[in-house]
């Protein structure tokens, strides 16, 4: 082990916490709230002049600099938080994405498509579903509860992606950090080539994986096991849909819907590049050395635990406000919205900060073996 790079010993954490310190970890939690409800306001006083819309993408540019500018959280939680007023978080912010939705195309019909404040809408939306939506989906998609799954895909399915639930789940937290992951971004590759492979190879991948469980890998189209494939019933939901939306209401809010789905995909696979860009897996067992982290406190909070990547992967069941901080994880400069600001404006950058830090911890191309602690091995 290098010098440089610390410990792979397990974070030591409270078993039990206070009411006070409960609190105090769900009043930190609220931040996530931040972008639905700004989306919230905008929709619900809609319509806007363009001189009016526009300040409204303040809230997105303020969430970037506080988020570069955000201190370091490295405090762990208690074992064992009361659930209920967490789970409590993830249904209210379900229920705000199909609000958001439905108003956002309910705009977009009564007062036409071609206007300044749709085109904010758009992006305010769109961000909202990938930072809000597909993250609290990430989250329900991993839960045990039948009844969260569901409620994560139904979604996923609001952005035309219910196929990641699959894939994410049974293929990426299988084969992250080794070269059978389509979901795990290769050292020195651009954003650009990420996408443009990723996002194919992942519902291949999905799809495979489905026919598989179903009884053979390689089933014909025409084969009627494929009715009972998530997958397929995914996309028949997801475009029906969409091409409800197009029957109701018209072109205008169905390319709307098509649009913000575009921005929360870019949004998710962005993230997806740079949680795991350039490390490679080189032990069987998931290591904390496999996923970048950020300290960033803004980004924990906003995001519902996301930044906590290593120990999601070391364990991908234990609920966001119980996620722990590894010292040995690598560790990205920003937290999520800086980075995605640098992965999309400014990739090459990226590369070149992210290549500096893997030589530095000897990671990825630079790796030296490092065998994972035991109480890493469960993998979802």
């Avoid at 080794?178 to 291949?204: C, I, K, L, M, N």
């Avoid at 994986?209 to 189209?221: C, F, H, I, Q």
Wanted: hydrophobic share 45%.
């Amino acid at each position: 082990m290098s010098a440089s790079s610390p410990s792979l010993e397990a974070p030591s954490v409270p078993q039990r916490a206070s009411s006070l310190e409960t609190a105090r970890i769900f009043t930190l939690h609220l931040l996530c709230f931040v972008l639905p409800v700004s989306t919230l306001a905008f929709l619900l006083t809609a319509p806007h002049p363009w001189y009016f819309s526009l300040p409204w993408l303040g809230v997105v540019i303020a969430s970037v600099v506080a988020d570069k500018r955000s201190r370091a959280e490295r405090r762990q939680p208690a074992e064992r938080l009361a659930a209920w007023p967490f789970d409590g978080v993830l249904y209210v912010l379900v229920a705000m994405q199909f609000v958001i939705l439905a108003l956002a195309v309910h705009m977009v019909s009564a007062h036409g498509f071609f206007r300044a404040d749709t085109l904010v809408a758009w992006l305010l939306v769109g961000i909202n579903s990938g930072y809000s939506g597909i993250v609290v989906a990430h989250e329900l998609i991993h839960r045990p509860s039948r009844r969260m799954q569901r409620l994560g895909r139904a979604l996923l399915a609001s952005v035309l992606y219910d196929h990641f639930s699959v894939e994410h789940v049974r293929g990426h937290h299988v084969r992250v950090g080794t070269p059978e992951d389509p979901a795990t971004a290769r050292f020195g590759e651009t954003f650009h080539q990420f996408f443009r492979r990723t996002v194919p190879a992942q519902f291949r991948s999905a799809w495979r994986l489905e026919a598989k469980r179903l009884g053979d890998e390689n089933m014909p189209l025409g084969d009627p096991r494929l009715l009972r494939s998530r997958v397929f019933q995914g996309l028949v939901i997801e475009w029906g849909v969409a091409f409800a939306i197009l029957a109701a209401v018209g072109l205008g809010p169905f390319v709307f819907y098509l649009g913000q789905a575009f921005v929360a995909i870019r949004l998710l696979e962005a993230v997806n590049y740079f949680e795991h860009w350039g490390l490679v897996r080189s032990t069987k067992r998931v290591s904390p050395l496999d996923s970048w982290d950020t300290e960033s406190r803004f980004t924990l909070y906003t995001l519902v635990g996301l930044s906590r990547h290593a120990d999601h992967h070391a364990y991908a069941v234990r609920p966001y406000q119980q996620l722990r901080h590894w010292d040995a994880s690598p560790k990205l400069p920003y937290g999520y919205f800086g980075m995605v600001e640098m992965v999309l404006f400014a990739n090459d950058r990226f590369r070149n900060v992210m290549t500096e830090e893997l030589r530095r911890t000897k990671l990825g191309p630079f790796t030296e073996e490092k065998e994972p602690p035991a109480e890493t091995a469960a993998v979802a």
